[in-house]
């Protein structure tokens, strides 16, 4: 292969909002023209019918449209009234807001490992992570699958384990909303679920903003009050601590357009998976996806062995090819958690993977000329 080709052509994005903007055309700027004309701001028009739409395409009787995935997560652990003194049972390889609400609300995260294949919670290392909160002292009350890079979590075992110990399940798909266990989507399983709609999500809207999903009436009622301040019948009564946790309807307006095509783009972030798979089995771990789910690929993670992924990362930023670390420090090493209690193995998979993963380019508009160069880029660099 041609080294200075790849070398002065074009630097690639790690992922391309530009390209969805263009294909939806002024659909997006006629929405969004709709909410300054009607001036409702707050509450408007385009909330009710995203949540209706949102409900519908995940399976779930209710969808509550929040300010943010970590926000949709606090508001649960309120609405639950989780305290000083509850144990909540996190993986240690995710994103710092599943556990982060957690001492917000004064209960403790306990850290679970992650399995080698699919890097979601550890089945096993959640039991032996239940019994280290009992011998400290802590009331299991509530465990957070992770859909980590866009899979479901093994939600038969995880959901087995919280019907043997009472425990809520809050599933985290911030990074899997649109995937399928046992032909579901996520937003239909356990006691509730949060997503956020970060701009860099499958599903993003232009700024922040989030959304939880249950089937639980009573639930439904207590989140809309914690949304609005703790409001009571009366909107200036306040019945519990609550907050500002609304999405704007601007960002409805533009989520119900990106939701239209929301599909087809899972269809084809899928397809790329497919052909880094195919491409790149030889050279690297590429990622496994369970038989029972299938992901929406939030990023196509491959993994190295240790001491190799820095200086592919290096490697392919001069051929113009980004990539980034996702995550370079587990949860229960990090300087604000370390302090938390694990699951008592030291968090083996967990500690592994950060020093060994990295994502590749992935969107639903990567075309096969720009995976081509990546794919060579990437075996180029690690000598094949
Ligand atoms: C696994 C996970 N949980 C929670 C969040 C928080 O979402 P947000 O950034 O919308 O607050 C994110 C995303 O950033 C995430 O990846």
Redesign the pocket.
Known sequence: MNNHVTANAAPLPFIDVGAQRARLGTRIDEAVTRVLNHCRFVNGPEVIELEKQLAEFAGAKHAISCS??????AMLLMAWGVGPGDAVFCPSF??C??AEVVPWVGATPVFVDVLADTFNMDPASLEAAIAVAVRQGLKPRVVIP???FGQPADLDAILAIAKAHELKVLC?T??GFGATWNGKRTGSFGDAT?T???P??PLGCFG???AIFTDDDELVSVLKSVREHGQGVDKYENVRIGMTGRLDTIQAAILLEKLSIFEDEVAARDRAAKRYNEALADVCIVPVVDPRATSVW?QYTIRLPHGVRDGLAATLQKEGVPTAVYYRIPMHKQPAYAQYPAAGNGLPVSEALSGEVISLPMHAYLDEASQDRIIAAVRRALGK
């Open positions: 943010s995935g970590t926000d949709a997560l995710t994103f807001a599943t992770v859909d980590l985290d911030a990074q949060a956020s709609f970060f860099a999500k922040d903003g989030g939030a």
